[in-house]
DNA sequence: TCTATATATAAGTATTTGATTATATACTTA
DNA sequence: TAAGTATATAATCAAATACTTATATATAGA
């Protein structure tokens, strides 16, 4: 029984590209919620240009989709990409980042005040 | 509502195995059946060796086992593999590879005589 | 418009990867 | 035991990758 079935070579792109430590982890966290660039680089320990450029292939490979909103810009899940069946399926595999979320929400960069 | 969650290191270090089109395309083909090296070299444009490193890498990760018989080594999946679940569902995206094992059965290079 | 902040892009570099050629090992059969 | 076949390993190299530093762009607010 085939779920989705997608060209082999797209699909070994997108599990190359998942392949990556950060960028799986990013991925698996965009699934609990959309982060800002400034988010994921407390979670993160490299610099601000590395993980520009892991979002850019992300983005190019239309795994996430960007949305500014005002000085910043939050990345989420594109849930119009054909291969979201194939993703999904990966990160239920993967355990949830709910210790990067709550470092995010404790460091608040964004200094949003939801109350 | 998760499955067999597995450290996130192991997982993008399988993804990153996968995320070449020869491994992913030799494991998809493990999944309809057994192939010794010399099947293999039958379906991909590439050397012995590059398809021994392919092998190799897919074993050191617990991914394929190997059993000789004979003159010949025969690649299966690794049914113990606590990764072999992520791997299945992997799979179920890729296209069978009904043509590639056909090639293999007309050119038969092991000889075997089924009758 | 000036300054600060958020993010992207460019350039350079070290590491990793996948291929190739050459060679070694293991098995089969004469 | 010698020769042939199947496969693995070693050495080498070019291409791809992921990081860093430096710089550019875009927005916000004074």
Same mark, same amino acid.
């Given at each position: 029984?085939?779920? +989705?079935?997608?060209?082999?070579? !797209?699909?070994?792109?997108? *599990? #190359?590209? /998942?392949?990556?430590? +950060? &960028?799986?982890?990013?991925?698996?966290? *965009?699934?609990? !919620?959309?982060? $800002?660039? $400034?988010?994921?680089?407390?979670?993160?320990?490299?610099?601000?240009?590395?993980?520009?450029?892991? /979002? =850019?292939? *992300?983005?190019?490979?239309?795994?996430? =989709?960007?949305? &500014?909103?005002?000085?910043?810009?939050?990345?989420?899940?594109?849930?119009?990409?054909?291969?979201?069946?194939?993703?999904?399926?990966?990160?239920?595999?993967?355990?949830?980042?709910?210790? #990067?979320?709550? #470092?995010?929400?404790? +460091?608040?960069?964004?200094? =949003? $005040?939801? $109350?």
């Amino acid at each position: 029984m085939q779920k +989705t079935v997608v060209d082999i070579e !797209r699909i070994s792109h997108v *599990l #190359k590209l /998942l392949g990556d430590k +950060t &960028r799986l982890t990013i991925v698996s966290m *965009l699934k609990q !919620r959309e982060c $800002c660039v $400034c988010e994921l680089l407390e979670v993160f320990d490299t610099s601000q240009p590395s993980i520009s450029q892991h /979002l =850019r292939k *992300l983005k190019d490979a239309g795994l996430v =989709r960007e949305e &500014r909103k005002g000085q910043w810009i939050y990345y989420s899940l594109n849930k119009q990409n054909d291969l979201l069946a194939l993703i999904e399926d990966i990160l239920e595999h993967v355990p949830n980042q709910m210790d #990067k979320i709550k #470092k995010i929400q404790e +460091t608040n960069p964004t200094m =949003r $005040c939801d $109350c």
